[in-house]
């Protein structure tokens, strides 16, 4: 393989050949014979290391970039090899000098170890970024509200905070008021964060106040003659707001109306026990990700903080190394969130990419581990649509049924699965993941000697016994890489199906420091 795919546009997939009907044949016939007789029996061995050895050769396996611009999906059980899998890819990507961006829920520190050794190794340190909510000292600070085209975007990856198996009534009137604030912040040229978000939601008379102020000055209103007294001489948050109120609806809003205030006041003065109600789960997970060391490291607002404050646009832009760790052990629906808002952040920045530039911008690489804790509307958007704003993805799972059970359907979940042209398994007794992996690769036939023998005699001549023996060269079909071998792999070993068309079973290497 590697004589005919160029080193310089391909990566380095291990060790390994092309799957052919050859290989299918040997197999069928070695698992109809008792395999330790043969290889003899092999000590804390997982799996069989007899599937790779019926390759005719053991070479290096080359992956075309123009392939992996497809996207990938990686499947794989626990411990089986996918970690180390990316070790492999991350280290040749930033080593090719291309952005890597890696969202791990479980915070992987030996990712961590390898992005952070490449950087340095080309002389470069300052590209490899870290955030991760439990080294905030050693992390960035990263704002994923900071890019977007509508409020509404930003309003959807804040609601994300609640858990969708609640009412989604409330989770409905939570998004729009949510849209109300953003569009309010943004009359008062304010940076969306979700700490201030949280203020005011504390204080949603303050909110506006500041917005019909705002408001009032944009409309070239004066508004100090007639009530800037009675609010200087008040310092009461909701008398300040109902002055501002009053002045609106009886002096302003005839002719100067606007649906920010008008639905703002609405919810603040007739609808104030909903507004309570709708928030009251979104405050309870707002307030997880807004106490404490998140607060910042989430909403970089302190000038005197010395780290480093970011966006995804600006990540991208500067060519860095970001590795996201989001704590899923301490907190799944926090860390869910925290990812969901992120992939969010990326996906408005492909937006911009893809209507402002000329498809010429650097390919930017978004790994995506145990994607099934980050499965969002965002995520499918940039696995369907990233690829002509050069955004290269990598996602991994430990089973397409984890795909189908966090999204609720097959139908959603295939959004992703068929969208990936790119499909590498390691050991998985997953019966959809297995299927997955033959899904594009044609049947092929395997003979077999099938011996018959058969025994006669005649009535009329007590001599008369007689006997046959026969063979009859038979065939059936077969998938090419049957199904349940999936589930034999030994660690670091993987079957993949390409876009190019091709079964490849491969073995991956452990990076280690040099001797």
């Known amino acids: 393989m590697s004589k005919k795919i160029s080193r310089n546009d391909s990566l380095f997939l291990g060790w390994g050949g092309v799957w052919t009907q050859t290989q299918t044949q040997l197999v069928y016939d070695l698992i109809k014979r008792d395999m330790v007789s043969i290889v003899g029996k092999r000590e804390n ?35 089986s090899g996918k970690t180390r899998f990316f070790d492999l890819i991350l280290k040749q990507l930033i080593l090719r000098n291309e952005t890597c961006i890696f969202l791990d829920p479980k915070g992987d520190s030996d990712i961590r170890k390898i992005a952070k050794e490449t950087c340095e190794l080309m002389g470069e340190p300052d590209r490899f970024l870290m955030w991760h909510p439990a080294y905030p000292r050693e992390s960035i600070r990263l704002n994923p509200l900071k890019n977007f085209y509508r409020s509404s975007e930003l309003a959807a990856r804040i609601t994300a905070l609640i858990p969708e198996d609640g009412d989604s009534f409330y989770r409905d009137i939570a998004n729009t008021v949510l849209q109300y604030m953003i569009d309010a912040m943004h009359l008062v040229n304010e940076q969306v964060t979700l700490v201030k978000i949280r203020y005011y939601y504390e204080h949603f008379g303050e909110l506006i106040e500041k917005a019909c102020l705002a408001w009032f000055d944009t409309c070239k209103i004066d508004w100090r003659s007639a009530i800037f007294q009675r609010l200087h001489s008040s310092k009461d948050e909701e008398t300040r707001a109902t002055i501002c109120i009053e002045f609106y609806r009886n002096k302003v809003s005839s002719k100067h109306g606007t ?63 970001l590795v996201i760790g989001t704590d899923s052990l301490s907190d799944r629906l926090v860390s869910s969130a925290i990812g969901k808002m992120i992939l969010a952040d990326a996906t408005a920045v492909a937006a911009a990419r893809y209507n402002y530039e000329d498809g010429n911008a650097p390919m930017i690489n978004i790994f995506v581990d145990e994607a099934s804790e980050m499965l969002c509307t965002p995520l499918i958007q940039l696995v369907n649509k990233s690829r002509g704003s050069n955004f290269r993805l990598w996602i991994a799972t430990q089973t397409i049924s984890d795909l189908v059970a966090e999204l609720g359907s097959e139908a959603k979940a295939d959004q992703i ?99």
């Open 45 to 79: 061995s997982k799996g069989s290391g007899f599937i790779h050895g019926v390759l005719e050769k053991d070479e290096e396996v080359r992956f075309p970039l123009s392939w992996a611009n497809g996207h990938t999906l990686i499947a794989g059980a626990s411990g």
């Open 259 to 321: 649906p920010v205030l008008d639905s703002m006041i609405s919810m603040y003065v007739d609808k104030r026990r909903i507004l309570e109600q709708s928030t009251a789960n979104l405050m309870a997970n707002l307030s997880k990700v807004t106490n404490g060391a998140l607060g910042e490291m989430l909403s970089p607002s302190d000038p005197n903080d010395k780290r480093q404050s970011f966006d995804m646009a600006s990540v991208l832009s500067t060519n860095k190394v």
């Open 417 to 515: 699965i068929a969208s990936t042209n790119n499909f590498i398994s390691f050991r998985c007794a997953d019966t959809p993941t297995q299927e997955r992996v033959v899904a594009k690769t044609p049947q092929t036939r395997v003979r077999y000697v099938m011996r018959t023998q058969g025994f006669n005699s005649s009535n009329d001549d007590m001599d008369g016994l007689g006997a046959n023996i026969g063979e009859r060269l038979m065939e059936e079909d077969a998938d090419l890489f049957a199904m349940e071998l999936m589930g034999q792999l030994p660690d670091l070993e993987y079957v993949a199906s390409f876009s190019g068309g091709k079964l490849v079973k491969g073995r991956i290497p452990i990076i280690t420091e040099p001797k």
